[in-house]
């Protein structure tokens, strides 16, 4: 009866849930374990002499949370605000940060079967060495985002 139990453990521990968001053309999909929290976009408090790609602070709840835009991060021409825009919270390691995303889309559950790899490549583009990988659902590329490195600096 164990064997059976661990069986099934490892088949699970191969999938990853992922939210699938909309930034520029592109869809994304950021690892679901690293989200905290999903909120309306909201007055962002600018801060002077930060990277350009950090677009100030929120206040959530009496939480004071630095905010990234991932389209100026990965190369991409700036925001626009619109009611579907969304500031999604992420925890990674012990920093907490929002991100700037013009769209959340869904929730999907992707397999090793359903996911590629990608090999780190020293090309120009800003944005390819932050995607870990490309997943596929219902026909669609998804790229997934390594947001570790996206919001870690190097």
Known sequence: MEEVK???SEESSTSIQYIVVRIGNEQYGINIQYIDNIVRSQRITRVPKTQVYYKGVINLRGEIIPVMSIREKLGLEP???TDKTRIIIVKVENATIGVIVDQVREVV??????TEKITKTTNDDAAAGYISGIGKNKGELISLLDIVSVIVEN
Do not use: P, V
């Open 6 to 8: 661990k069986i099934e």
């Open 109 to 114: 559950t992707l397999d090793e079967e359903n």
């Open 79 to 81: 925001d626009e605000f």
